[in-house]
């Protein structure tokens, strides 16, 4: 038993090791740019330049920072790279993993730039970078932070373009902007009913997902040695990724509320839901957000709550719609796990995002009930099963892009007017300073009421005010 429980320790470590997402990043073009010795106070070059060293930098292409330490042995705790010269700062342009006991074979090429001060001339003097190679960025990829973080930007280089392009939109496939695009146009031009049922398994992954990972508290990958692409969710803890875990129910449960009810071939279905899912996860590492370990547990973790709430969603949907007090349990219920979440752990943006998940997923329902009650969107009849995918033509594209488009600036004047009225009125409420906003939002007073009611009233407009106005405009 002793030997089979350390070899699953073995396993965990090599699974959770930042230092195989950083070999993953190198393979896929991925590298920092990173300072091989800092100075005396631990920064690398953060001193004020005179015009001949900038001219030096432009004419060299060299780039340094000093938020980076140097790279170290794990082993050893023996620095990497080459000491300061007498002139100049030696920066190098290393792949993530480079260590340094690695061998000759095994490292991946280094290239290393002095920028002198100033620089003597002759063709000894010069130390130009190699011109980029095709498909390699070397300049710094803008990246999104969170309005309420404040994260310290290290540079990197994209050594191919087409994974970079490819693995951002997979990091999105996760986002708060899919979530508020995808949801409504599936909600107004395809099928409200899977919609609806859609929604509450995501708001369910998403919670407990939120959840466990303040309750676990096991930090990012580090960084060095892997590369932070992306940094918008950084503050929050990494384990279960809540990204894979989203990545795997949303296209899953798409999968298994439509095959059936629309026809289409089963392999198209299950192969579109597997490629969405794996996409999703590979940018999770690409991006240097998770280790391997944080993504197969969030994939599994999102099996496991599939496999119980799936055969609950009929009871589920059932309520909300024909129970007289469903709205006012509804609304109990999403804000006592709201305050809940709120209580696991100091401030990170996980917060805000479980509120408005949580809002989100209580507009849903609330509306649902609403329109059971006047008829608006109701369930087609069994007898009208399975759908037939309409044939494309540009009438209908153009019909489903006016009502997303007009369903979009309903939602944003409703986002935007709520959140100027719900944060001074809160501040004002609870009696917080509202002089600084940024941190006004991080308390719990603010943000829960806040992004609860805000994104509630959101989803409601989304399921009953949008679906009557098209009937109003003659756009159903």
Request: with cysteine; charged share 20%.
């Amino acid at each position: 038993m002793g030997v089979k429980a350390s070899g699953w320790r073995q396993l965990v470590d090599y699974l959770h090791d930042p230092y195989q997402v950083a070999r993953f990043q190198q393979l896929c073009g991925v590298a920092a740019v990173r300072c091989a010795q800092p100075l005396a106070n631990g920064d690398c070059g953060h001193h004020s330049r005179g015009g001949e060293e900038q001219e030096a930098e432009a004419a060299t292409g060299a780039r340094y920072r000093g938020d980076a330490p140097p790279t170290r042995d794990r082993d050893t705790g023996a620095d990497c790279g080459k000491h300061l010269g007498k002139n100049g700062i030696s920066c190098e342009l290393a792949a993530p993993t480079r260590l340094c006991g690695d061998s000759d074979a095994a490292a991946t090429t280094t290239t290393t730039t002095t920028i002198s001060r100033p620089p003597a001339p002759g063709p000894d003097s010069r130390h130009h970078q190699p011109p980029p190679s095709p498909g390699e960025d070397r300049k710094k990829k803008p990246r999104r932070k969170n309005s309420l973080s404040e994260e310290v930007e290290t540079e990197f280089i994209i050594r191919n373009r087409l994974l970079y392009y490819l693995f951002s939109f997979g990091t999105e496939l996760g986002n708060e902007l899919f979530y508020i695009t995808f949801f409504p146009f599936w909600l107004w031009n395809i099928d409200p009913y899977v919609g609806r049922r859609l929604i509450v398994i995501w708001v369910w992954v998403m919670y407990l997902g939120q959840c466990t990972k303040d309750i676990i508290r096991w930090p990012r990958p580090t960084s060095p040695p892997v590369v932070k692409v992306e940094v918008f969710y950084d503050s929050e803890y990494g384990m279960p990724s809540t990204h894979a875990m989203s990545g795997t129910a949303i296209p899953f449960s798409l999968f298994f509320l439509t095959f059936g009810r629309w026809e289409y071939p089963y392999a198209f279905g299950l192969l579109l839901a597997s490629s969405w899912c794996i996409l999703v996860c590979l940018s999770r590492l690409y991006m240097g957000m998770h280790s391997i370990l944080d993504v197969i547990v969030g994939v599994l973790y999102s099996i496991l709550i599939l496999v119980i709430f799936h055969p609950a969603l009929d009871l589920i949907d059932n309520f909300n719609l024909t129970y007289k007090y469903a709205p006012l349990f509804i609304i109990s219920l999403h804000l006592g796990m709201g305050l809940f979440s709120f209580t696991l752990d100091t401030w990170s943006t996980s917060r805000g995002d479980t509120a408005e998940i949580l809002g989100t997923g209580a507009g849903i329902a609330c509306a649902s009930h609403v329109n059971h009650m006047f008829g608006i969107l109701p369930d087609p009849p069994l007898d009208a099963l399975p759908f037939s995918p309409p044939t494309i033509t540009f009438n209908l594209i153009a019909r489903a892009f006016l009502r997303f488009a007009v369903g979009v600036v309903v939602l944003l004047l409703t986002r935007a007017v709520l959140k100027a009225v719900t944060i001074p009125l809160a501040c004002k409420i609870f009696r917080i300073p509202c002089t600084d906003i940024r941190e006004a939002r991080k308390r719990m007073e603010v943000e829960l009421p806040y992004r609860y009611s805000t994104y509630g009233m959101v989803g409601f407009m989304a399921l009953f005010l949008v679906p009557s106005l098209f009937n109003y405009l003659n756009l159903s």
